[in-house]
């Protein structure tokens, strides 16, 4: 278990980067831990690193806090470097490091520890949608102040099909059953993307049209019902507070 004596420094805060964007998207808004960086609390020392080139940033135990991005990869498929990212979570959540696993990073957190990810049998969801919170929300350190429901930014083919033994299911909607899980005392992920603002969710539509249209979705209703999600986004300040708040 990971011991803090009460200090004066910054938290350290590992993101683990697990891919890139579309290049139009990236060209007009970043890459994803940009996107991170903005959500993410100016008061913590980051250090970004690319997971998928291989890179794990030595023990877990040496940070503070790690958030895992989302990816265009598939859990699935079992690539080597995400495979390998995995076990290096296992550690991090047996050390009681703080976590906070979005998309990919979601799927990898509970496919690592004993979960199952794989394709939805419905098919992909994306486009602002409302996440429900279950009554075990209530008394969670990030989502015990969010509404009930709230509108959330989410774009997914795979899912967590099976949660790891001994999770806590937090939020679900209707076509996704596992929003939302926590393991341990402080590991959480979130299938919606609290980094994405609406821009980007408009813009990722927008890219993915063609393919919604194939697939029997309705991209013009889907850009039409781009809203901000400010209660998703505001889980970045929350895990940021959680994590500074620990070393006081």
Not at 57 to 77: H, L, Y
């Amino acid at each position: 278990m990971q011991q803090n004596a009460p200090t004066n420094r910054k938290a350290r805060v590992v993101v683990l980067k697990t891919g890139t964007t579309y290049p139009d998207i990236r060209a007009r808004f970043g890459d994803f831990d940009e996107w991170f960086l903005r959500g993410l609390s100016d008061e913590l020392d980051i250090t970004v690193a690319n997971a998928e080139a291989g890179e794990l940033p030595g023990n877990p135990e040496d940070w503070d806090g790690i958030v895992v991005t989302g990816s265009p990869a598939m859990v699935s498929d079992r690539a080597e470097w995400s495979e390998n990212a995995g076990r290096w979570l296992v550690k991090a959540v047996r050390s009681e490091v703080p976590v906070l696993g979005v998309c990919y990073g979601h799927q990898l957190l509970a496919h690592a520890l004993g979960g199952e990810a794989g394709y939805h049998p419905n098919g992909r969801e994306t486009g602002t949608h409302e996440v429900e919170l279950l009554p075990e929300a209530a008394s969670d350190i990030l989502f015990r102040e969010l509404p009930e429901k709230f509108p959330a930014q989410l774009t997914h083919r795979q899912s967590v099909l099976r949660l790891p033994e001994g999770a806590v299911l937090l939020g679900r909607n209707q076509f996704e059953p596992h929003q939302a899980f926590r393991i341990g005392p402080c590991a959480w992920g979130v299938q919606f993307h609290p980094e994405f603002t609406d821009a980007i969710m408009s813009a990722y539509l927008k890219v993915q049209a063609p393919d919604l249209t194939r697939e029997g979705l309705d991209a013009e209703a889907l850009i039409a019902g781009v809203k901000p999600a400010p209660d998703a986004s505001s889980l970045l300040s929350r895990f940021s507070r959680f994590v500074q708040d620990r070393l006081r």
